[in-house]
């Protein structure tokens, strides 16, 4: 409440300080200098303008708590709800423009209208004299002092209310103040509030002196066809002098602030190799500095924890690989595999990153199976194949566990999926043709040609061009045809084309099942097969 009570004194003096030096400092000065007036006539327009500011004062007192009104209930509230503190919050940023409009709406109207009333009624009744040309210039110049007005409280306003945002920032749940932002989202823009400012700064005193000298040469019977003529190249002057200045000014100021948010939108889509040129030579030039700087800082650091990521999957590679000597390298050689296909394929710097991350950990699931099961080198039974056949779903669980969470997500089908086959009879989900994540297609090629050509303790690797025979063999069956038929290609294609080398019955009791093996088979390349 010591804020809140704070921020109404501030705007409070700012109004009053404000009313006052525009309604009576400029305006009874260019009365008072300006007309010639009668005896008991400065009483009667003393009691006019001060019954004109009452009735101002009722009618923009109503509205200025109709504006505060969400701000006042908040801190009313001894238990603040979340509603109410985002309405008091979004309504603190938009008493500034309120207090514009609220000047220019029933402060100015609240008393031009009856100020107005009050001078015909007294005209009438022989009070006061006052020609209704002067009664038109008196309204004109009433305008115009409100729009000085208007911008005065306008940047009064802005600055009153910054502690008071803070502090209703400080209120109710603090994992819903990230929504306490505006967003980027801009209620005045720069170029706009310069523009008009400087405008009505350096128009209005122009104004001002042609309309009080016009005044005051029409109260003194003196004829104004030479004056006008001469002010009226003043005025088209002054005016086209203050417009231009005022558009210079909102360019100057909107031109690094657009180049700044547009690298900035280039920063928030991950492009960390921007840079703003430093083309200014006022306080804009330390802020382009700034962001550079910034940038080539969150630049470094993403290299930094990409390195450190990198090397993490690696090294979870590595640990895996190393509980089998048989298998060391087996995830790098597979990593290195599945990149070859996707370049081919052509696909995204950001889709071969997640192919080779995915890759390094598609067996991390291998790390929850019995080194008894693991290691052994004949065939497997039933059940022991079950528990191999698991390492994929472990693989998944063991990658959820990482936090946050959301940087594993797009690992997670791979691992899944990589013994999936493209016929449908593969494992754990049993799906079928593209239904199989890209990544787990991908590196179910790569993986199944490292564990054909790579020894182990039960059997040698077979021959380069005995391993692509199989796979071609496999196509639209085991493998996806598109991905196995590139990574053919890429290894330098079958040494016999068409002719493809069947593996026998003790063969698909090693790391395949395609080929010689019995159709339904549930072995898969890189794992042994139950026993018959």
Same mark, same amino acid.
């Given at each position: 409440?010591?804020t809140y +009570?704070?921020?109404?004194y501030q705007?409070l +003096? *700012?109004?009053?300080?404000?009313?006052?030096?525009? $309604?009576?400092?400029?305006g009874?000065?260019?009365?008072g200098?300006s007309l010639?007036?009668h005896p008991?006539q400065?009483t $009667?327009?003393?009691?006019i303008l001060?019954?004109?500011?009452c009735?101002?004062?009722? $009618?923009?007192?109503i509205?200025f708590?109709?504006?505060l009104?969400?701000?006042?209930r908040l801190?009313q509230m001894?238990?603040?709800?979340?509603?109410?503190? +985002?309405?008091?919050?979004?309504r603190?940023h938009r008493?500034?423009?309120?207090a514009?409009r609220?000047?220019?709406?029933?402060h100015?109207?609240g008393f $031009?209208?009856?100020?107005?009333?009050? #001078?015909? #009624?007294s005209r009438q009744l022989g009070?006061?004299?006052?020609? *209704?040309?002067q009664?038109?210039?008196a309204?004109f110049?009433?305008?115009?002092?409100?729009?000085?007005?208007?911008v005065?409280?306008?940047f009064?306003?802005?600055?009153?209310?910054?502690?008071l945002?803070? #502090?209703i920032?400080s209120y109710?749940?603090p994992l819903a103040?990230s929504?306490?932002s505006?967003?980027?989202?801009?209620?005045?823009?720069?170029?706009f509030?310069?523009?008009?400012?400087i405008f009505?700064?350096g128009?209005?005193?122009?104004?001002?002196f042609?309309?009080?000298t016009q005044v +005051?040469?029409t109260?003194k019977?003196?004829?104004?066809?030479?004056?006008?003529a001469?002010?009226?190249?003043v005025?088209?002057?002054?005016?086209g002098?203050?417009?231009?200045?005022a558009w210079?000014?909102?360019?100057?100021v909107k031109q690094?602030i657009?180049?700044?948010?547009?690298?900035?939108?280039?920063?928030?889509?991950g492009n960390?190799?921007v840079?703003?040129?430093?083309?200014?030579?006022?306080e804009f030039?330390?802020?382009?500095?700034?962001?550079?700087?910034m940038v080539?800082?969150?630049g470094?650091r993403?290299?930094? *924890?990409?390195q450190?990521?990198?090397?993490?999957f690696s090294t979870?590679?590595?640990?895996l690989d190393?509980r089998d000597?048989y298998t060391?390298g087996?995830?790098q050689r597979v990593a290195a595999?599945?990149?070859?296909?996707?370049r081919?394929?052509g696909l995204?710097?950001s889709?071969?990153d997640v192919? *080779?991350k995915?890759?390094?950990l598609h067996?991390i699931?291998?790390?929850?199976?019995?080194?008894?099961v693991?290691?052994k080198?004949?065939?497997?039974?039933d059940e022991e194949f079950?528990?191999?056949k698991?390492?994929?779903?472990?693989g998944?669980?063991?990658?959820r566990q990482?936090?946050?969470q959301?940087?594993?997500?797009?690992?997670?089908?791979?691992?899944?999926?990589h013994?999936?086959?493209?016929d449908?009879?593969?494992?754990p989900d049993?799906?079928a043709g593209?239904?199989?994540?890209?990544m787990g297609?991908?590196?179910?090629v790569?993986?199944?040609y490292?564990?054909?050509t790579?020894?182990?303790?039960y059997r040698?690797?077979?021959?380069a061009?005995?391993?692509l025979?199989?796979l071609?063999?496999g196509?639209?069956?085991?493998w996806?045809p598109?991905?196995a038929?590139?990574?053919?290609r890429?290894m330098?294609?079958?040494e016999h084309?068409?002719?493809? #080398?069947?593996?026998?019955?003790r063969?698909?009791?090693?790391?395949t099942a395609?080929?010689?093996?019995?159709?339904?088979?549930d072995a898969a390349?890189g794992?042994?097969?139950?026993?018959s």
């Amino acid at each position: 409440m010591p804020t809140y +009570r704070f921020f109404i004194y501030q705007l409070l +003096r *700012n109004y009053i300080a404000g009313s006052a030096l525009a $309604v009576v400092g400029v305006g009874g000065a260019i009365i008072g200098m300006s007309l010639e007036l009668h005896p008991g006539q400065p009483t $009667v327009i003393l009691l006019i303008l001060l019954l004109s500011v009452c009735c101002m004062l009722v $009618v923009e007192g109503i509205t200025f708590r109709r504006h505060l009104e969400p701000i006042h209930r908040l801190f009313q509230m001894t238990e603040r709800d979340n509603a109410t503190i +985002r309405k008091a919050y979004f309504r603190t940023h938009r008493l500034p423009g309120l207090a514009v409009r609220r000047t220019l709406g029933p402060h100015m109207l609240g008393f $031009v209208l009856p100020a107005v009333a009050l #001078t015909l #009624t007294s005209r009438q009744l022989g009070w006061i004299e006052i020609p *209704n040309g002067q009664l038109a210039i008196a309204v004109f110049a009433s305008i115009l002092i409100a729009s000085l007005h208007a911008v005065i409280e306008y940047f009064l306003t802005a600055q009153a209310i910054r502690p008071l945002l803070m #502090t209703i920032k400080s209120y109710g749940d603090p994992l819903a103040h990230s929504e306490l932002s505006l967003k980027g989202k801009v209620l005045v823009a720069i170029p706009f509030k310069f523009q008009l400012s400087i405008f009505v700064i350096g128009a209005l005193p122009v104004l001002l002196f042609v309309l009080s000298t016009q005044v +005051r040469l029409t109260a003194k019977g003196d004829s104004s066809t030479g004056y006008w003529a001469w002010s009226g190249l003043v005025l088209i002057v002054s005016l086209g002098f203050a417009s231009y200045a005022a558009w210079l000014l909102g360019r100057n100021v909107k031109q690094p602030i657009e180049e700044l948010y547009g690298m900035m939108k280039l920063v928030r889509k991950g492009n960390l190799s921007v840079t703003v040129p430093d083309l200014y030579s006022d306080e804009f030039s330390r802020l382009v500095d700034g962001f550079n700087h910034m940038v080539h800082g969150l630049g470094e650091r993403e290299r930094m *924890n990409e390195q450190l990521l990198q090397s993490y999957f690696s090294t979870l590679a590595a640990a895996l690989d190393a509980r089998d000597p048989y298998t060391a390298g087996h995830s790098q050689r597979v990593a290195a595999y599945a990149l070859m296909i996707g370049r081919v394929e052509g696909l995204a710097i950001s889709e071969l990153d997640v192919l *080779n991350k995915t890759a390094l950990l598609h067996d991390i699931g291998k790390i929850g199976v019995r080194d008894n099961v693991l290691l052994k080198e004949g065939k497997l039974t039933d059940e022991e194949f079950d528990q191999i056949k698991l390492h994929t779903v472990m693989g998944e669980n063991i990658l959820r566990q990482i936090e946050p969470q959301e940087a594993m997500a797009a690992f997670l089908p791979g691992v899944r999926s990589h013994h999936e086959r493209y016929d449908g009879k593969g494992y754990p989900d049993g799906l079928a043709g593209e239904e199989i994540p890209l990544m787990g297609r991908i590196i179910a090629v790569a993986d199944a040609y490292d564990a054909m050509t790579s020894d182990r303790p039960y059997r040698k690797g077979m021959p380069a061009a005995r391993a692509l025979a199989i796979l071609d063999e496999g196509c639209g069956t085991q493998w996806d045809p598109k991905y196995a038929r590139t990574f053919i290609r890429a290894m330098g294609g079958l040494e016999h084309p068409g002719q493809v #080398t069947l593996l026998t019955k003790r063969d698909s009791g090693s790391d395949t099942a395609v080929g010689g093996a019995e159709p339904g088979a549930d072995a898969a390349p890189g794992e042994r097969s139950k026993s018959s």
